[in-house]
């Protein structure tokens, strides 16, 4: 396993967090949980499982408690995802990192939630469930291809997006340049994530770039100038609840 790292991003925020839910556990309610599975229950603690993951190496004794763990997983999901995550946590800082230092993803946030995202996908494939051993290599192996395969595709999109988007909300003075930017960013999220379509880009393109009249888009498209007006309207509307919306939802 890699060495822990702590360099106050948000994956060390929920690491934290997480380390403290586990350690609140009763040692009595971790003993009852591990009793079934005698290479678990060599372990005082869930703590103590931990340590022995992050500090020992990847070898047939770690299978041996992987698989007893995704066994665990049937009856407390929560329990073991919980402690998957703290034990590839130092895995997952160091794809983070190479992600945002490769790809120029701009902001780490949206990285890593993007890689604990791939980290569950991963936990809960096919592929892991029919494993029966070599667990730590295949999740970190899968987990680093999907994070990277996800960080080209942002790339991909931003810079086809960028010379179009970039247009619609040209900063007109340096005062308005950040709040532009953002917003250039936030529409690139939306339409990468296939919550706004190539028609309502083009709504934007026509009334914020070209300059169109609700009457003008109309008659190019076959609309009534009321239908425009109630359709533009909407898609503000939609964008201002997505820009309500906490991250992640």
């Not at 350690?23 to 971790?30: E, F, G, K």
Request: net charge neutral; charged share 25%.
């Amino acid at each position: 396993m890699l060495e822990e790292i702590r360099c106050g991003c948000p994956l060390c925020g929920i690491e934290a967090e997480l380390y403290f839910e586990l350690s609140q556990i009763d040692p009595a309610v971790v003993a009852k949980m591990f009793s079934p599975f005698p290479v678990l229950l060599r372990h005082s603690s869930a703590s103590s499982l931990l340590s022995h993951f992050r500090t020992s190496p990847v070898d047939e004794e770690s299978d041996n408690l992987f698989r007893d763990l995704f066994t665990l997983r049937e009856k407390n999901p929560a329990f073991v995802e919980t402690f998957l995550l703290l034990t590839f946590t130092p895995m997952l800082h160091h794809v983070v990192r190479l992600v945002a230092r490769e790809q120029e993803i701009p902001s780490r946030e949206d990285i890593v939630q993007q890689v604990l995202s791939v980290f569950l996908e991963v936990l809960n494939s096919a592929e892991l469930q029919s494993r029966k051993s070599h667990y730590a290599y295949a999740i970190s192996r899968s987990v680093k291809r999907e994070a990277f395969e996800w960080a080209r595709s942002e790339r991909a999109t931003s810079t086809v997006l960028t010379p179009t988007v970039s247009k619609l909300f040209e900063p007109s003075d340096v005062e308005e340049d950040l709040d532009r930017y953002a917003l250039r960013h936030f529409l690139h999220r939306c339409i990468s994530r296939e919550l706004i379509s190539s028609s309502q880009i083009d709504l934007l393109t026509e009334f914020k770039l070209n300059g169109r009249s609700a009457a003008e888009f109309a008659a190019l498209n076959g609309l009534s100038s009321n239908a425009v007006r109630q359709k533009f309207k909407r898609l503000l509307a939609k964008l201002r609840r997505m820009v309500k919306q906490p991250a992640g939802s």
